[in-house]
C-alpha cells in the first residue's frame, strides 16, 4: 500500500512537470530591428557623430600643429640653427607631445564610449520594460534575443507587441 502510495505521488509530480512545461509560452525579438525604429536612437546617434567629430577636429588640430612644429625643428638643425643638446631637447618636446596626442586619442575614445553609455542607457532600459510588460500581459515565461536562436517560429515574434508598448 506504501508502495502504491509512493508510485501514485511520482506519477503525480511528474504530471505536474510534464503540464507545466507544456503550459510555458516562449516568444523572441529582434531588438536590433526596435531600437533602430526609435527615434531617441537616431538622436543619440547624431549627438555621438557630433561629439566624436568635434574631439577628431581637436585632434587633427594637434596632430596638424605636431607636424608644423616638427618641419620648423627640421629647418633649424638644417640650418644650424639648433645646437646638438637644443635638438636633443626640441626632440624630446616633439616625443612629449606625440605621446599627449596619443593619450587624447585613448581619453576621446572613452568619453565617446562614457557618452554612448549615458545616451543609451535610458533607451535599453525602457526597451527592456517594454519587453517585459508584454510577456507579462501576454503570458510569456520567456523572451529571447532572434539573432541566438538556431530555430525559431515566425509566429512566436513579439518584437510588434514591443513596438507597439514603446508607441512606434
Do not use: C, H
Not at 23 to 48: C, H, M, R, T, W
Not at 118 to 123: D, N
Not at 147 to 158: C, H, I, K, P, R
Amino acid at each position: 500500500m506504501g508502495k502504491m502510495l509512493k508510485v501514485g505521488a511520482m506519477l503525480l509530480f511528474f504530471s505536474v512537470i510534464a503540464f507545466n512545461a507544456q503550459a510555458q509560452k516562449f516568444g523572441y525579438v529582434n531588438s536590433a530591428d526596435i531600437l533602430a525604429s526609435l527615434p531617441e536612437v537616431k538622436q543619440a546617434d547624431a549627438s555621438l557623430d557630433a561629439l566624436q567629430k568635434q574631439l577628431q577636429k581637436k585632434g587633427q588640430g594637434m596632430v596638424d600643429q605636431l607636424q608644423q612644429d616638427y618641419l620648423a625643428v627640421q629647418q633649424k638643425v638644417e640650418r644650424g640653427d639648433l645646437s646638438p643638446k637644443q635638438q636633443e631637447e626640441e626632440a624630446g618636446k616633439l616625443k612629449n607631445r606625440e605621446g599627449e596626442i596619443s593619450k587624447f586619442e585613448q581619453d576621446m575614445m572613452k568619453q565617446l564610449q562614457d557618452k554612448r553609455n549615458e545616451l543609451l542607457e535610458p533607451i535599453y532600459k525602457k526597451v527592456n520594460d517594454a519587453i517585459a510588460a508584454v510577456a507579462k500581459e501576454n503570458g510569456y515565461q520567456f523572451i529571447f534575443e532572434k539573432s541566438v536562436l538556431l530555430y525559431f517560429e515566425e509566429t512566436q515574434d513579439v518584437s510588434s507587441m514591443v513596438k507597439s508598448k514603446l508607441g512606434i
